[in-house]
């Protein structure tokens, strides 16, 4: 099987299960990272496991040196808050870094870190245009022309064999592909989830597909393009 698939007249590949590769521009992209989502509720008094952003960081690391891309593009919500970026340090900085000293890296700003300044590296934009392809953080309804976002963290959910089976995915209709969260501490919403399908701003009559990472290829499931058939 592949991990191979089709957006916008290009072809790109499943990275791990929470990335893209796009071959034709060398180029790795990840979103909502989340980094210091930990300290960020630490500091209001509910105790997490600090060790989350050198755990998603050491997974971009990872894919970095599997796919040598030339340019990273982290989708918005880097930073779980504005002060984030400030907070980061020891090992994860370190690392980070290591990454935006060896590639382009390239931040595109999200709602939870809208001010994100690239104070470890790289340069931070609101939105970033590639050929026919825009990148930003959260899909534009008006946008035309093929647009790969982040922002609702999708999962698709199923019963199999009497229990609950969520796996991260990507969701996809012809003009719109929105990614999963790569962050180590982010949660997940439903595909089948209004909020989400009435991003895509899909007529009934157009399709949306879970694209969902499997060990050896991507299981592809339909998704009601309605927000009132997905309730």
């Known amino acids: 099987m ?5 957006f916008g007249g290009h072809s790109f590949e499943v990275a791990g299960d929470a990335a893209l590769y796009w071959p034709e521009h060398k180029m790795l992209v990840v979103s909502d990272l989340h980094l210091e989502k930990a300290s960020a ?18 997974q971009v690391a990872a894919l970095v040196r599997q796919f040598r ?14 002060d984030g970026e400030r907070r980061l340090q020891g090992s994860a900085a370190a690392l980070l870094q290591q990454l935006v000293t060896s590639v382009r890296w390239i931040w595109v700003t999200g709602n939870h870190d809208p001010d994100v300044q690239g104070h470890w590296g790289g340069e931070a934009v609101e939105s970033l245009p590639c050929g ?29 064999r009497g229990r609950h ?29 209004p909020a989400l399908i ?13 694209l969902v990472p499997t060990r050896d290829g991507i299981a592809l499931f339909n998704v009601p393009a309605s927000p009132a058939l997905a309730k």
């Open 69 to 82: 891309p030339a340019t990273v593009i982290s989708l918005g919500d880097n930073f779980h808050d504005t």
């Open 165 to 193: 089976v969520s796996r991260r995915c990507f969701v996809r209709s012809a003009r719109k592909l929105v990614m999963p969260a790569f962050g180590a501490l982010t949660g997940g919403l439903d595909v089948r989830d």
């Open 198 to 210: 009435a991003a895509f701003a899909c007529s009934d009559a157009e399709k949306i597909e879970a």
């Open 2 to 6: 592949t991990r191979t698939f089709l």
């Open 132 to 160: 026919n392809v825009i990148f930003r953080h959260e899909a534009l309804g008006e946008e035309e022309g093929p647009e790969i976002s982040g922002h609702f963290h999708p999962k698709f959910r199923q019963a199999v």
């Open 41 to 58: 509720y630490a500091a209001g008094g509910q105790m997490l496991p600090p060790y989350d952003s050198l755990a998603t960081l050491e």
